[in-house]
T-cell receptor, first 112, second 116 residues
Framework: ELKVEQNPLFLSMQEGKNYTIYCNYSTTSDRLYWYRQDPGKSLESLFVLLSNGAVKQEGRLMASLDTKARLSTLHITAAVHDLSATYFCAVDFRGGADGLTFGKGTHLIIQP | NAGVTQTPKFQVLKTGQSMTLQCAQD?????MYWYRQDPGMGLRLIYY???????DKGEVPNGYNVSRLNKREFSLRLESAAPSQTSVYFC???????????????FGNGTRLTVT
């Protein structure tokens, strides 16, 4: 079964702190995506990770992929309120033959 | 540059009514997708169309039908709406068909459907 599990599903943190969101998936894949969704809005692509060991950074967000462990992380450095959103990871199983399989999302609240 | 456009944005139906959700993309993408989003469930694939003229079932196709009208348009039809179909529906498109190399999904703004 194709599964993508994120944790935590809900995270409340203070500005200035660091934290990591984890994304585990069930079977082999070389491609993993991170999306951001603001309340009532569509999904915005953040990162595409295409190979083992891939690391991408944009501002205070850094994503990495370990295909051997079937694990991706999204690290938040010195969080700011504007990063409050729901973050989804999605995996491209079987070369994308089934479309993307999404995790349930991590609802992130960053408090001043 | 509109990207992926969905209509309507909001809809309320009574149980048993039918409706069609419309989606159009102007990026000349080959593949189009319909997802539904429910609280705590992430996004689940309903149907997709790898290319014009083809459609395939996703994870949760029951109760839905789709039509790939042309390369630009991909519609989702609910023949007899049920309360379990209350959800937010997202259409997406990608340049390459599934299984033929990676390409990111571009999402529309969603349709919020309530079935009473």
């Amino acid at each position: 079964e194709l599964k993508v599990e994120q944790n935590p599903l809900f995270l409340s943190m203070q500005e200035g702190k660091n934290y990591t969101i984890y994304c585990n998936y069930s079977t082999t894949s070389d491609r993993l995506y991170w999306y951001r969704q603001d309340p009532g809005k569509s999904l915005e692509s953040l990162f595409v990770l295409l190979s083992n060991g891939a690391v991408k950074q944009e501002g205070r967000l850094m994503a990495s992929l370990d295909t051997k462990a079937r694990l991706s992380t999204l690290h938040i450095t010195a969080a700011v309120h504007d990063l409050s959103a729901t973050y989804f990871c999605a995996v491209d199983f079987r070369g994308g033959a089934d479309g993307l399989t999404f995790g349930k999302g991590t609802h992130l609240i960053i408090q001043p | 540059n509109a990207g992926v456009t969905q209509t309507p944005k909001f809809q309320v139906l009574k149980t048993g009514q039918s409706m069609t959700l419309q989606c159009a993309q102007d990026m000349n993408h080959n593949s189009m997708y319909w997802y539904r989003q429910d609280p705590g469930m992430g996004l689940r694939l309903i149907y997709y169309s790898a290319s014009e003229g083809t459609t395939d079932k996703g994870e949760v196709p029951n109760g839905y039908n789709v039509s790939r009208l042309n390369k630009r348009e991909f519609s989702l039809r609910l023949e007899s709406a049920a309360p379990s179909q209350t959800s937010v529906y997202f259409c997406a498109s990608s340049e390459r068909p599934p299984g033929q190399g990676w390409s990111p999904l571009h999402f529309g703004n969603g349709t919020r459907l309530t079935v009473t």
